[in-house]
């Protein structure tokens, strides 16, 4: 507790401890965004390549954990493998580990011999696409709405500036309807936003300026550029 400088008392700072479950939080949020990140950066064969690599490890923690000769739990470190390449990769990252996955457990671990490993091998492959599809889903909602959020912050930074520019600053649609008005121009013009927004912009200009003012615009609606337009009243 330390005091205020400016009033002498003690003022008391209070901190908002960090939790496990938002630690937690945090890192797996930092993950997604850093997987979506090298996603988009990565070339083609970069679903394949994390595909066989989660399979290699899926089949080498099977060994270390059950060893090679049981066939009991024959899907249990597959399952895992296949949600991390689907988090890592993508939605073709996780199709490939699904594939690799199927193929060592048919080839190396337990051919399916009877209806009910078929079965049993039918129904990983559907679980694990329901799986890489859901994963998939949820990356992609999450960068959308990361997207949003540094879409708002820009725009917010952008009207802050705006907002507290000393210059007159005014936005319209091309049919000449106000649509933002700063502090600025209510000081130049004696105006307020609330008294302008919504209002045509022709009532500010001065009536032998009116017919400028459509010819600007009509020449904005159509493509052409504008340059700098100064009117001496």
Not at 121 to 146: H, K, N, P, Y
Not at 166 to 182: C, M, P, Q
């Amino acid at each position: 507790m330390a005091p205020d400088e400016r009033s002498g008392c003690p003022v008391s700072a209070i901190e908002e401890p960090s939790t496990p479950d938002s630690a937690w939080a945090q890192a797996i949020s930092a993950f997604l965004v850093r997987a979506a990140s090298w996603r988009s950066q990565a070339p083609w064969w970069s679903g394949l390549a994390i595909g066989a690599l989660a399979a290699g490890v899926g089949a080498l923690a099977r060994l270390a954990l059950l060893g090679e000769s049981t066939t009991k739990l024959v899907y249990l470190t597959f399952f895992p493998v296949v949600i991390i390449a689907g988090l890592a990769g993508g939605l073709s990252g996780g199709t490939f580990a699904t594939i690799f996955c199927s193929l060592l457990v048919y080839v190396v671990f337990d051919p399916p011999t009877n209806v009910t490993e078929w079965l049993g091998l039918a129904v990983f492959v559907t679980s694990s696409a329901f799986i890489v599809s859901v994963t998939e889903m949820l990356l992609r909602t999450r960068s959308c709405a990361l997207t949003a959020e540094a879409t708002h912050a820009i725009l917010a930074r952008l009207s802050a500036i705006v907002e507290d520019s000393s210059d007159a600053i005014i936005s319209k649609t091309l049919d000449g309807t106000v649509t933002s008005w700063n502090a600025a121009a209510t000081h130049l013009f004696g105006l307020s936003a609330e008294e302008m927004i919504g209002q045509p912009i022709t009532r500010i200009i001065p009536p032998e300026f009116v017919e400028d003012e459509s010819m600007i615009l009509a020449r904005i609606r159509v493509g052409q550029a504008i340059e700098q337009y100064e009117t001496c009243v």
